[in-house]
């Protein structure tokens, strides 16, 4: 037992860094940067534009028939539930109708 108190190393193979001993210490200190292309950074979009608008026309319903439904519910006054539910869907369109034209007049010169 001549490797008695000296420490295993494991043997591995990576597809970017080949090793031949893995020692945690020579991974941290011999990582090479890699000499990527530049990359060309466009903003994308998550969703197609109308799939946005039908989302946020959606959100902005459903929650203004909840806050509406129990504020009549609760108080039993028609007149209160049907202005606080206007007012909280509408506050969701405010915002979001509100950025898009922010937006529209920040990147004026970015436009497709």
């Keep these: 037992m ?4 000296r420490r295993k190393t494991v043997a591995l193979s990576f597809t970017r860094l080949n090793f031949t001993e893995l020692k945690p210490w020579e991974i941290i200190l011999s990582k090479k940067k890699e000499n990527k292309p530049a990359e060309d950074y466009q903003r994308q979009p ?10 946020i026309i959606a959100i902005s319903l459903s929650l203004a028939l909840w806050v509406g439904y129990q504020i009549i519910k609760n108080e039993g006054n028609w007149g209160k539930g049907i202005l606080w539910g206007l007012i909280f869907g ?4 405010l915002v979001f109708y509100g950025m898009n ?11 497709e």
């Design 2 to 5: 001549k490797n008695k108190g």
């Design 101 to 111: 034209a922010f937006h529209r007049l920040i990147n004026k010169d970015k436009e």
């Design 90 to 93: 509408g506050s969701i369109l």
């Design 46 to 55: 998550w969703i197609q534009k109308n799939k946005g608008f039908r989302i």
